[in-house]
């Protein structure tokens, strides 16, 4: 929020006359305009993403067989 190309952005659609108390409204914050990185930026992000995915599928699947076995070690040790 800080570069020089958003700051331009936010300062125009500033509101209010007082220098301590600019407000911006939510369709103007909706508004701003953000640079994409680079093309070798995005594709690292996106393949991060995927790999992120994958692993929270991983662990999704890991925690549903932890639950099953607790649950059928709780069945025997209370049922014999």
């Known amino acids: ?6 700051r331009q952005q936010i300062e125009a659609s500033l509101t209010g006359t007082s ?3 600019k407000n911006i409204s939510k369709p103007a914050l909706m508004a701003l305009r953000f ?9 690292t992000l996106i393949g991060a993403i995927g790999q992120a995915r994958v692993d929270a599928l991983a662990l999704r699947q890991q925690a549903k067989q932890l639950r099953e076995q607790a649950k059928r070690e709780i069945e025997a040790a209370l049922l014999g």
Request: no cysteine.
């Open 1 to 6: 929020m800080k570069t020089p190309h958003l």
């Open 19 to 21: 220098p301590t108390m």
């Open 35 to 43: 640079p994409l990185p680079p093309l070798d930026v995005q594709q």
